[in-house]
């Protein structure tokens, strides 16, 4: 099973809006609304941003919202603020014999 | 709140095991699949595998099938994940992780603090 396509990086400044891109096949994303984003700052673990697609877990800021669209799924950060800089990774499920796939992850750098 | 602490960190010779330990404390155990996600050095997240404790089934990527095992110890609340054959390429930070705190299986909302494992001769 490939990984998720991410672009490498992205980047925006302070106040700004920034969309991650995620994009799969008809077997992982296209297939399930079970699409989830993780932040993960350097030498930490990954922290669940965004679940089902576009659910946010108690305590996650309302600026980060996500969506999808046949087998592209996308993670919107509004209001980019400095510790927003991270690597963000999408994940979706991919059926029962694959489980889950991980994208290759994505670098915002907030200028 | 559920915790996932991981054992510490560990250096195999080429060709070697490892097992690797996920302690849950804080919350039930058994209902929810716990998952082993590893990172190499500067790269991205890889799924290996993952267990649902109170059924005692377990499966994996097809990358990792026939060298990965994963277990899980109802009664001491542990998860482990032992990887055969062990190469330079295996060199990464392993996570286990479980959604535990969300109430399913759909994402990774817990996540231990991961142990690092470098395969050297």
């Known amino acids: 099973q490939s990984a998720l396509t991410q672009p490498a990086s992205v980047s925006g400044s302070p106040g700004q809006s920034i969309t991650i891109s995620c994009t799969g096949t008809?077997?992982?994303?296209?297939?399930?609304?079970?699409v989830s984003w993780y932040q993960q700052h350097p030498g930490k673990a990954p922290k669940l941003m965004i679940y089902?697609?576009?659910k946010r877990p108690s305590g996650v800021s309302n600026r980060f919202s996500g969506s999808k669209s046949g087998n592209t799924a996308s993670l919107t950060i509004s209001g980019l603020q400095a510790e927003d800089e991270a690597d963000y990774y999408c994940?979706?499920?991919?059926?029962?014999?694959?489980?889950?796939?991980f994208g290759g992850g994505t670098k915002l750098t907030v200028l | 709140q559920v915790q996932l602490v991981q054992s510490g960190a560990e250096v195999k010779k080429p060709g070697s095991s490892v097992k690797v330990s996920c302690k849950a404390s804080?919350?039930?155990?058994?209902?929810?699949?716990i998952s082993w996600v590893r990172q190499a050095p500067g790269q991205g997240l890889e799924w290996m595998g993952r267990?649902?404790?109170?059924?005692?089934?377990?499966n994996y990527a097809q990358k990792f099938q026939g060298r990965v095992t994963i277990t899980a110890d109802k009664s001491t609340s542990t998860a482990y994940m032992e990887l055969s054959s062990l190469r330079s390429e295996d060199t990464a930070v392993y996570y286990c992780?479980?959604?535990?705190?969300?109430?399913?299986?759909?994402?990774?909302?817990?996540w231990g603090q991961g142990t690092m494992v470098t395969v050297s001769s």
């Open positions: 992780a479980s959604g535990i705190g969300l109430g399913g299986n759909d994402a990774f909302d817990i």
């Open positions: 267990i649902i404790p109170i059924l005692g089934i377990a």
């Open positions: 804080g919350g039930t155990f058994s209902s929810y699949a």
């Open positions: 994940c979706s499920y991919a059926g029962s014999s694959t489980s889950w796939v």
């Open positions: 008809s077997s992982d994303v296209g297939s399930y609304n079970l």
């Open positions: 089902e697609v576009s």
